[in-house]
């Protein structure tokens, strides 16, 4: 235990954030960092509790409670607060692979379930880790393990987010041969093409990649399985295939006027953006732009935010966010948001603290449905028509959202980006190789086993789940590492 009392001494403090105003005009990651002092302090504030519910990681009630990583977290509280870095660094290296992508992305569910937000403000969990990793390089601490031996045995990872480098990494430590093929032209997935790089530093991600490759991983981009390569020619050359590509197709949204010029898909206009940015600072003009636009962002996720932020960098005249959730209360609901559930509450995220500091308020507009697209005589958006909604019970049982009547409105707007979601992993690869699906498009694979019908073809992360958190990849590349480990040798080495 840090300090028996630490929780009552001292207060909860996170580290500053650069000013909205000021940050919309660049691209850089926009936290800041407290002293090692502070964070002394900060590691005093965990409990180390008998039961600590941080490290749990289960799904609850259509939410993540804990971390499904099951980091060590009061170990590494404790010894971040005696000032023993280095030993904290293998001890969160020991449950996670990239805590410097967790500690930048994470919504942090650790959190949520802290048992000192019982009564008051939890531990300052994300901010430690990313601390810790972040002295880690700082120090050269973290430098290339290669595997002192090899099985002889050669895995093919498809894909390279959060789920398919975890694989590979683990799979690599475990000696086999490990390829991952990549379609776009670097590596890293939504890591690097899905989340702006003021949330994650571009940098950040190639530094771990770097690393990967120097233990022996080899990286193919530019390659999609399925269309340059067959998929049956992966299982032809490898002793097993890990497919972790992600659940990459958007959820349509066929309503009148969807075609019309200036509504685009949420991760066209992202994907692009981040592309031009890292090819030529945006100077080639390769990207959809916002700039002196009115912008519609429909979708209340962490995709819509980050396409306010995209769009406040653009340039944008005014951004909204459309949700058709209702506002969350300003505090937990004690009865129907018990902890250690993941606090259903109202927050500004980082692009609507910077929309409100440049247009003066939220971006967002709850409860709140689109009815249609309007253009003008040569097809471009002009405006978009909608109307509230309510959450009601049918007569069946399900909860459908229901029109208020006489509260339309129309907005203007020359862009409108659909944030929705995802409708499960694109289905070549998936048809190519006869692999069986749930009722939502995912690969069928047990979670815990991760094995398809096809033999010594896994699959894990997005792909197998559908969409979700990045920690939520990482533990599935761990767990499908230690699976396809069993495969091959009989036995595994991997935790």
């Known amino acids: 235990m840090s300090t028996p009392t630490g929780f009552m001494e001292y207060q909860r403090q996170l580290p500053a954030d650069r000013d909205p105003a000021e940050r919309v005009k660049d691209w850089e990651e926009f936290h800041k960092h407290l002293e090692e002092e502070e964070l002394q302090t900060q590691g005093a504030r965990c409990m180390d509790c008998g039961t600590p519910y941080c490290h749990t990681g289960i799904d609850m009630i259509g939410g ?124 890293g997935g939504l890591l690097t093409y899905g989340i702006p790089s003021m949330k994650l530093d571009k940098g950040v991600v190639q530094r771990r990649v770097d690393l990967l490759r120097a233990e022996g991983i080899e990286f193919v981009v530019n390659t999609e399985i399925g269309k340059d390569i067959p998929a049956q020619k992966l299982t032809q050359d490898y002793d097993a295939v890990v497919l ?86 300003l505090t937990r609901d004690p009865i129907a948001n018990p902890w250690p559930q993941f606090p259903n509450v109202y927050t500004l995220d980082y692009a609507h603290e910077e929309a409100k500091a440049l247009f003066g308020s939220d971006p967002r507009e709850f409860s709140i449905m689109t009815t249609k697209f309007v253009g003008d005589e040569e097809g471009n958006l002009k405006e978009l028509h909608t109307v509230q909604i309510e959450r009601i019970v049918d007569e069946t049982g399900r909860k459908i959202y229901q029109p208020i ?22 289905q070549t690869l998936v048809q190519q190789l006869g692999l069986e699906t749930d009722r939502r498009s995912n690969v069928k694979a047990p979670y815990g086993k991760y094995t398809t019908n096809v033999d010594k073809v896994f699959a ?34 991997l935790v």
Request: proline share 6%; aromatic share 6%; glycine share 12%.
């Open 64 to 187: 993540t409670s804990g971390c499904p990583i099951h980091n060590l977290i009061p170990e590494w509280n404790n010894l971040v607060y005696r000032g023993l870095w280095r030993e904290a660094l293998e001890r969160l290296h020991k449950t996670n692979n990239f805590p410097e992508f967790t500690g930048r992305v994470c919504p942090a569910p650790c959190e949520g379930s802290c048992t000192v937000g019982l009564i008051g403000e939890p531990v300052t969990i994300k901010s430690i880790e990313q601390a810790i990793i972040d002295k880690g390089f700082e120090e050269g601490w973290v430098v290339p393990e290669p595997p002192e031996k090899r099985t002889g045995r050669r895995v093919a990872v498809v894909g390279s987010g959060p789920a398919g480098l975890a694989a590979a990494a683990q799979l690599n430590k475990a000696g086999h041969s490990v390829t991952v093929y990549e379609r776009a032209d670097r590596i």
């Open 244 to 329: 972790c590509g992600g659940a990459t197709k958007p959820r349509e949204f066929n309503i009148e006027g969807s075609d019309l010029k200036g509504v685009h898909y949420a991760m066209d206009y992202l994907n692009g953006t981040i592309k031009s940015y890292l090819d030529s600072g945006l100077a080639d003009g390769n990207y959809i732009s916002a700039k002196d636009k009115d912008v519609i962002v429909i979708g209340g996720g962490d995709t819509g935010s980050d396409c306010v932020a995209t769009a406040l960098r653009h340039g944008c005249r005014s951004v909204t966010q459309f949700g058709t959730h209702k506002r969350a209360p």
């Open 405 to 426: 009547p006489g509260t339309e409105k129309v907005f203007p707007a020359q862009m409108a980006l659909i944030a929705i979601g995802f409708d499960g992993p694109e």
């Open 460 to 493: 894990a992360g997005d792909m197998r789940r559908g969409q979700s958190l990045v920690v939520w990849a990482i533990n599935e590349g761990r767990e499908v590492a230690r699976e396809v480990d069993k495969y091959l040798m009989g036995a595994t080495v």
